[in-house]
């Protein structure tokens, strides 16, 4: 039987001081509100070293601390829980209370450089504005949506960049409607499809196969939610950056986020804390390219696939087998290991598909064993694609310098509608600006200069489980046809050339259907949940 009853009882005084900070008194599961993040941090820090019930904690030693009666806490109730915080961090350390606080934020016309630097870190949520379904032809104060980094608008080509930029915008504002109705003629709207829906695929459409005309400083909207640990370590790192842009947003972050849990993040630009800690990062970068470079002199890039597989474990099938049958045995490790040794192909083939069990649609996620095995891929995708691909965080992830030198995509339709000629002007004149960017001692800030459609290089590393969780994501019919090709592939290669068949067919919704209309089919699905919904009343 499901507990029902807490093991405090309150006067009817307590409940009443308990009530604005928490959602009952009654009960042993309840939620905190209305509490400041450093004070819900510090409750739950001494909580974990003492015999009292949470609310009974908060009433013996924490409600002095914040405002009585059914009022909201205001900013008045700051100093108190920062002392508190303090007293708390003192005591038990600073990492562990630092995760139990967080915060919301939001970060506005930052390039596309800027938002992968904010989506580097595994634990955060972070929304972005998508260049799939939102075109880029608003132009607000009459300039295109594209950030200038204070390293260009500082030199003699500023001029060059604003005019550069400004034409791929002017290329790929004019091309939406043209895209659209060579559409419309290509696939007719079919009887079953209403007006909107079809408007909505047209318009994907276009959009994405015009997306890599955008160059990597347009501007987009980010929403970050995360701990203050997490905060910390983001800001960190940006203040060790080497462009402007970056480093400049770590204050404004900074000084917004103390206004919501300024405890958390006290040592940041401590001199001799996180001064200290953001100049290790900058040195040690510095250090490193300074080397790479003497280690790589005079090694030219040779040719590869799309997508390679680095790496991989000859066993790992095996192993994921093992995994399998550890929770359900009482026998260890290694002899689980030589028992699916001595299994056929066939049997540990039925075994993992009895273990995937009978999944309805990709969110059902089989267990851990799939962690028992992992792939690197080296991947070379446009930067639209990999813009995608970059958010998934649990895997390892990291990328080179975005430059032209990897060349570019064109998508088809761009020939068969008549595009292509400003489409390769937009990706000349991109290219031929990042190397004067760059031959200007402005290495950093040349990538702001190249457009989506070019590629560049980056790994993806990860386990089975992960691996099934991107795979099947990202190869689903709405998905962008560049990365879907690149997960497709993935897929391939890892039935193929690491021979773990097994592993790939339980990666059973990996879509490797060939689709026109990729948002045809989840625009159609959203059209039916919403005249399924019920009226709202009057």
């Known amino acids: 039987m499901m507990p029902t009853e807490t093991q405090d009882t309150f006067t009817e005084d307590e409940a009443t001081a308990l009530a604005p900070y928490f959602t009952n008194t009654d009960r042993p599961v309840f939620a905190l509100t209305n509490l400041p993040e450093t004070v819900k941090g510090a409750m739950f820090a001494r909580y974990s070293r003492s015999a009292k019930s949470l609310r009974r904690l908060f009433l013996d030693e924490f409600s002095g601390d914040v405002p009585t009666g059914a009022a909201v806490p205001q900013a008045a109730a700051t100093e108190r829980a920062d002392k508190l915080y303090a007293r ?16 919301h934020i939001a970060c506005e016309g930052v390039s596309n450089i800027l938002t992968k630097v904010l989506e580097w870190g595994r634990l955060m949520a972070y929304l972005e504005q998508s260049t799939r379904y939102v075109p880029y032809t ?26 550069t930029l400004d034409r791929a915008f002017d290329v790929y504002a004019r091309w939406i409607p ?10 007719p709207k079919s009887a079953e499809d209403s007006d909107g829906v079809y408007r909505s695929v047209i318009r994907a459409k276009a959009l994405d196969t015009l997306r890599g005309l955008l160059p990597a400083a347009t501007t987009s909207n980010v929403g970050l939610f995360g701990t203050g640990q997490a905060y910390e370590a983001l800001l960190l790192r940006m203040f060790a950056h080497p462009l402007e842009e970056v480093r400049g947003h770590a204050s404004l972050m900074l000084t917004e986020l103390r206004k919501v849990i300024p405890a958390f993040l006290a040592r940041v630009d401590q001199p001799q804390r996180g001064g200290r800690w953001s100049q290790y990062f900058a040195d040690t970068a510095a250090a490193v390219q300074a080397r790479v470079s003497q280690v790589v002199a005079g090694a030219t890039i040779e040719d590869r696939e799309e997508v390679t597989l680095t790496e991989f474990d000859p ?21 689980l290991l030589a028992i699916a040794r001595r299994l056929s192909p066939a049997e540990r083939r039925e075994l993992l598909l009895t273990y995937n069990g009978d999944r309805a649609n990709r969110r059902h996620k089989p267990g851990r064993a799939f962690e028992r095995t992992h792939y690197r891929f080296d991947v070379v995708a446009d930067y639209g694609a990999f813009r995608d691909l970059q958010r998934h965080r649990l895997l390892t992830l990291e990328w080179q310098p975005l430059t032209p030198q990897h060349g570019y995509v064109e998508p088809a339709a761009l020939e068969e509608a008549g595009a292509l000629p400003e489409w390769r002007e937009v990706m000349h004149r991109s290219a031929d600006l990042h190397a004067r960017l760059a031959a200007a001692g402005l290495r950093d800030a040349a990538s702001y200069a190249v457009v989506m459609a070019y590629r560049v290089r980056f790994y993806m590393d990860m386990n089975a489980r992960e691996a099934m969780h991107v795979i099947e994501l990202r190869t689903a019919p709405q998905g962008h046809p560049s990365y879907r090709r690149v997960c497709q592939a993935m897929h391939r290669l890892i039935a ?9 067919d339980a990666m059973q919704f990996a879509d490797h259907s060939s689709v026109e ?21 009057a």
């Open 88 to 103: 708390v961090l003192n005591e038990y350390g600073d990492d562990s209370v630092a995760q139990l606080g967080s915060a």
């Open 315 to 335: 066993d790992g099938e095996v192993k994921v087998v093992a995994a399998a049958l550890y929770a359900h045995s009482s026998l260890p490790d290694d002899q």
């Open 178 to 187: 043209a895209l659209e109705e060579h559409f419309r003629r290509r696939y």
């Open 138 to 163: 608003a132009r607000p104060h009459g300039r295109w949506k594209y950030h200038v980094p204070a390293e260009v608008a500082a030199s003699p080509l500023a001029g060059e960049f604003r005019g």
């Open 496 to 504: 193929e050339q690491a021979g773990h068949r097994a592993i790939a």
């Open 517 to 537: 209309l990729e948002r045809l089919q989840s625009e159609r699905a959203l059209e039916k949940k919403r005249q399924s919904k019920p009226e709202p009343r």
